[in-house]
């Protein structure tokens, strides 16, 4: 077979783009039917395809609107995560109590703890009968390992409404104002929802002291594939309609007796009373015993100070333009 005689200028056996960079290489155009070199888009820009005519182009404001998008979706997603990752299971709430446990030298300043009694080998804790009731943490005086369970801060516990897990979007703080001590969940995202007041102690009162749940409040377990974790919510079967405005809350409501069937018994706060700082975080055994519990350790720092009711001072008026 005759071979065909090779063209002036060019080299047999190469192809003319053969050692170009990608960018030079010729590529098709949709529809014409010829063979046109276009530039490629530089590697690693955000590309459209454009219906109109066919070609590829750069598009910054579609990239920005994907961006915008993709932020958008990642508290709700975040939230949803949270919410399947973790279940809540029903405790027996007469072995539970809150305290508001002094921390620093001040004695004005509190943080949460919760007390559990696993077994009734020993009393892990005593209360008073009416509100407000001091609390004698006893688990403080032995080694309550298999006994009692103390939850001191978010490692232990955490906010939880209905099926959302709020441990990401809120924290429990204890502050005090002129009708007692408060127990409140403060949202940290914008976005959060309200205030709340999830506890109270029913007047004031100083050294540890019970704070009693607000109406539709108890505790939960919190649950991971259906194994119990060392870690309890502070729950509620909804949202409460009122939220904190910054007025003072309302009158404390009357004393009221202890249930009965609880482990524990009163105990004269003298007796056996542990100091202040046994019960700080850092000092003991400080995390919560559970059989068969887990959970990570999370550092949380101390309440703030007590606040004033959280009123603003009053302004001055201005005078009268003359």
Same mark, same amino acid.
């Given at each position: 077979?005759?071979?065909?005689?090779? @063209?002036?200028?060019?080299?047999?056996?190469?192809?003319?783009?053969?050692?170009?960079?990608?960018?030079?290489?010729?590529? @098709?155009?949709?529809?014409?039917?010829?063979?046109?070199?276009?530039?490629?888009?530089?590697?690693?820009?955000?590309?459209?395809?454009?219906?109109?005519?066919?070609?590829?182009?750069?598009?910054?404001?579609?990239?920005?609107?994907?961006?915008?998008?993709?932020?958008?979706?990642?508290?709700?997603?975040? !939230?949803?995560?949270?919410?399947?990752?973790?279940?809540?299971?029903?405790?027996?709430?007469?072995?539970?109590?809150?305290?508001?446990?002094?921390?620093?030298?001040?004695?004005?300043?509190?943080?949460?703890?919760? *007390? /559990?009694?696993?077994?009734?080998?020993?009393?892990?804790?005593?209360?008073?009968?009416?509100?407000?009731?001091?609390?004698?943490?006893?688990?403080?005086?032995?080694?309550?390992?298999?006994?009692?369970?103390? *939850?001191?801060?978010?490692?232990? *516990?955490?906010?939880?409404?209905?099926?959302?897990?709020?441990?990401?979007?809120?924290?429990?703080?204890?502050?005090?104002?002129?009708?007692?001590?408060?127990? @409140?969940?403060?949202?940290?995202?914008?976005?959060?929802?309200?205030?709340?007041?999830?506890?109270?102690?029913?007047?004031?009162?100083?050294?540890?002291?019970?704070?009693?749940?607000?109406?539709?409040?108890?505790?939960?377990?919190?649950?991971?594939?259906?194994?119990?974790?060392?870690?309890?919510?502070? *729950?509620?079967?909804?949202?409460? @309609? !009122?939220?904190?405005?910054?007025?003072?809350?309302?009158?404390?409501?009357?004393?009221? /007796?202890?249930?009965?069937?609880?482990?524990?018994?009163?105990?004269?706060?003298?007796?056996?009373?542990?100091?202040?700082? !046994?019960?700080?975080?850092?000092?003991?055994?400080?995390?919560?015993?559970?059989?068969?519990?887990?959970?990570?350790? /999370?550092?949380?720092?101390?309440?703030?100070?007590?606040?004033?009711?959280?009123?603003?001072?009053?302004?001055?008026?201005?005078?009268?333009?003359?």
């Amino acid at each position: 077979m005759p071979s065909t005689p090779p @063209v002036a200028g060019r080299v047999p056996g190469r192809c003319r783009s053969a050692g170009r960079p990608p960018a030079l290489r010729p590529r @098709v155009r949709p529809g014409s039917g010829l063979h046109t070199i276009h530039p490629a888009p530089h590697p690693g820009s955000v590309v459209t395809l454009s219906l109109r005519s066919g070609r590829l182009r750069r598009s910054p404001l579609a990239a920005l609107a994907l961006l915008l998008g993709l932020t958008a979706a990642l508290p709700s997603q975040r !939230a949803s995560a949270q919410q399947a990752l973790f279940g809540a299971l029903e405790v027996e709430q007469q072995r539970f109590v809150l305290v508001a446990a002094p921390i620093g030298s001040s004695g004005s300043r509190y943080q949460l703890n919760i *007390y /559990e009694q696993i077994n009734d080998r020993r009393p892990c804790f005593a209360t008073g009968s009416a509100l407000p009731a001091p609390v004698n943490p006893l688990l403080a005086t032995f080694d309550f390992t298999g006994i009692c369970g103390r *939850y001191i801060d978010a490692n232990g *516990y955490s906010l939880r409404v209905g099926g959302t897990d709020l441990a990401t979007s809120y924290r429990l703080m204890v502050r005090t104002d002129a009708t007692g001590t408060l127990l @409140v969940a403060l949202p940290t995202k914008s976005w959060a929802g309200p205030e709340m007041i999830v506890a109270r102690s029913g007047g004031p009162i100083g050294g540890f002291h019970k704070l009693e749940p607000e109406p539709g409040w108890r505790l939960m377990r919190r649950t991971y594939g259906g194994r119990r974790l060392g870690h309890l919510y502070v *729950y509620s079967d909804s949202w409460p @309609v !009122a939220a904190i405005d910054g007025a003072a809350p309302a009158a404390a409501s009357p004393p009221r /007796e202890r249930p009965a069937g609880s482990p524990m018994t009163p105990a004269p706060a003298a007796a056996g009373t542990a100091s202040p700082a !046994a019960l700080e975080p850092g000092g003991g055994s400080g995390t919560a015993a559970s059989p068969g519990s887990a959970g990570a350790m /999370e550092p949380q720092s101390g309440a703030p100070a007590a606040v004033d009711g959280g009123r603003a001072p009053a302004m001055p008026t201005p005078p009268p333009n003359l």
